[in-house]
């Protein structure tokens, strides 16, 4: 029984790990409320790159969440995408240390050593503050709504995700609709699921 509760345990904590760190961040900040039923006109800030194709993305996801998307429209949503490249050193942090040993003679000498919580290193519960293993590439969605005829800025949000596949594009393509989702309301550190 114990040979099978010890892999059991370290299969389901670093499923959690693996599904915490497959999480994308949105956050956004109300002003002011949005005129109910106003149309929106969706903008570029950069027009490089896949910033033309990101726009179509908004103005679906827009469209299906319920807003009037029209050129020229009172409210200007803007919008732009940001990349931290990450960086690498020496890694001294163990999430799941595991040892067995057993001989000729069938010896159950098995052990593992979990780092939880370590408020220096980090563990599988708190990234940690102090460690020396580097960061991840990092993308960021920003967007604002404001108004066309004054400039006041009713709506801000932002959606923020680590790259862990080769396709950037696909990634900030996939944080549009939950940041479309937070459109003029105030939500923190709100998760969304990154597919691997």
């Known amino acids: 029984m114990r040979a099978i509760s010890v892999p059991l345990i ?17 956050n956004g900040q109300s002003y002011a409320p949005l005129p109910p039923a106003a149309a929106i ?5 950069d027009e490089s790159g896949d910033n033309a194709d990101l726009r179509d993305e908004f103005v679906h996801r827009l469209r299906a969440a319920g807003h009037r998307v029209v050129e020229g429209a009172p409210l200007i949503l803007e919008f ?21 040993r057993g001989g000729d003679t069938g010896g159950d000498d098995a052990g593992v050593r979990f780092n939880l919580y370590n408020s ?51 990634l900030t393509r996939l944080m549009v609709e939950p940041l479309v989702s937070v459109v ?13």
């Open 10 to 26: 370290c299969l389901i904590l670093l499923a959690a790990s693996a599904a915490r760190a497959a999480d994308g961040l949105v």
């Open 41 to 45: 006109d969706v903008r570029l800030v």
């Open 80 to 100: 732009g995408t940001h990349g931290t490249l990450g960086t690498w050193g020496r890694d001294n942090r163990y999430m799941v240390e595991m040892h067995a």
């Open 120 to 170: 220096t290193q980090g563990g599988l519960f708190n990234p940690g503050s102090d460690n020396n293993t580097g960061s991840s590439t990092r993308y960021r969605l920003d967007a604002l709504i404001a108004e066309r005829q004054t400039g006041k800025r009713l709506w801000q949000g932002w959606a923020t995700a680590e790259l862990s596949r080769a396709d950037s594009r696909l």
């Open 184 to 196: 003029g309301r105030t939500v923190r550190k709100q998760t969304f699921p990154i597919p691997r």
